[in-house]
C-alpha cells in the first residue's frame, strides 16, 4: 500500500532532518565514504518501505540506525571472509593551523577504530561519537544494556592498547 502524502511528507522532513547524521554514523562503521553512502541509501529504501510502521514506533532513526549497522556488519563479514583489504580513510583533515598534532592523534583514533571487530565497533561509534546513551545504543543494536556496557569497555581497552602500540611504533622509528 503506498504511503499518504501526509507519510511521504514526514519520511522526507526525517531524511533531510537526520540524513548527515546517518551517514556520519556509517562512515564511522565503515570507514569508507562510498560504501557509507551506500548504506544510507539502502537503509532509507528499506525504511521507505516500512514508514508507515516505522514511523507508528515513534522512533524512526533508531530503526534506519539499525539497519545501517546491520549492513556495516555484513559488509565487514564479508571482507573478512573474502580477505579484502579495506583501506580505512580518515576524515578530511582540518586545516594546517589547527596543527600537525591534534592531525596525527585524530588519524591514530581513526586506526584504532578499525581494528576493532564489527559488533564492538558498532557500539563505540554509537556511544562515544554519535553520544547516544546505553540504552539508546542497546535499543538501536538490539542488544542487552550489558553487551552494550561490556562491549564499549573491551572496546575502549583495545583501543588504548593499538594507540599505546602505534605510539610505540612510532618511538622506535
Same mark, same amino acid.
Given at each position: 500500500?503506498?504511503?499518504?502524502?501526509?507519510?511521504?511528507?514526514? #519520511?522526507?522532513? #526525517?531524511?533531510?532532518?537526520?540524513?548527515?547524521?546517518?551517514?556520519?554514523?556509517? +562512515?564511522?562503521?565503515?570507514? &569508507?565514504? %562510498?560504501?557509507?553512502? &551506500? #548504506?544510507?541509501?539502502?537503509?532509507?529504501?528499506? !525504511?521507505?518501505?516500512?514508514?508507515?510502521?516505522?514511523? =507508528?514506533? &515513534?522512533?524512526?532513526?533508531? +530503526?534506519?540506525?539499525?539497519?545501517?549497522?546491520?549492513?556495516?556488519?555484513?559488509?565487514?563479514?564479508?571482507?573478512?571472509?573474502?580477505?579484502?583489504?579495506? !583501506?580505512?580513510?580518515?576524515?578530511? =583533515?582540518?586545516?594546517?593551523?589547527?596543527?600537525?598534532?591534534?592531525?596525527? =592523534?585524530?588519524?591514530?583514533?581513526?586506526? /584504532?577504530?578499525?581494528?576493532?571487530?564489527?559488533?564492538?565497533?558498532?557500539?563505540?561509534?554509537?556511544? +562515544? +561519537?554519535?553520544?547516544?546513551?546505553?540504552?539508546?545504543?542497546? !535499543?538501536?543494536?538490539?542488544?542487552?544494556? %550489558?553487551?552494550?556496557?561490556?562491549?564499549?569497555?573491551?572496546?575502549?581497552?583495545?583501543?588504548? !592498547? /593499538?594507540?599505546?602500540?602505534?605510539?610505540?611504533?612510532?618511538?622506535?622509528?
Amino acid at each position: 500500500m503506498a504511503l499518504t502524502e501526509h507519510e511521504e511528507q514526514a #519520511f522526507w522532513q #526525517f531524511v533531510a532532518n537526520r540524513r548527515q547524521h546517518l551517514v556520519r554514523t556509517a +562512515y564511522l562503521l565503515a570507514g &569508507d565514504h %562510498g560504501h557509507a553512502e &551506500d #548504506f544510507v541509501q539502502d537503509a532509507l529504501i528499506r !525504511a521507505h518501505r516500512n514508514w508507515r510502521r516505522i514511523e =507508528r514506533a &515513534d522512533q524512526p532513526e533508531v +530503526y534506519v540506525r539499525r539497519i545501517i549497522v546491520n549492513l556495516a556488519n555484513s559488509w565487514w563479514r564479508r571482507a573478512l571472509r573474502h580477505r579484502t583489504h579495506v !583501506a580505512w580513510e580518515p576524515p578530511d =583533515r582540518p586545516d594546517e593551523r589547527d596543527g600537525h598534532a591534534a592531525v596525527e =592523534r585524530e588519524d591514530e583514533l581513526w586506526r /584504532a577504530l578499525a581494528t576493532l571487530p564489527a559488533g564492538m565497533r558498532a557500539v563505540v561509534v554509537l556511544r +562515544y +561519537y554519535e553520544d547516544l546513551s546505553e540504552a539508546e545504543t542497546a !535499543a538501536v543494536l538490539g542488544t542487552s544494556l %550489558g553487551t552494550v556496557k561490556s562491549q564499549a569497555s573491551r572496546g575502549l581497552v583495545r583501543m588504548r !592498547a /593499538a594507540l599505546s602500540e602505534s605510539r610505540a611504533d612510532l618511538a622506535t622509528r
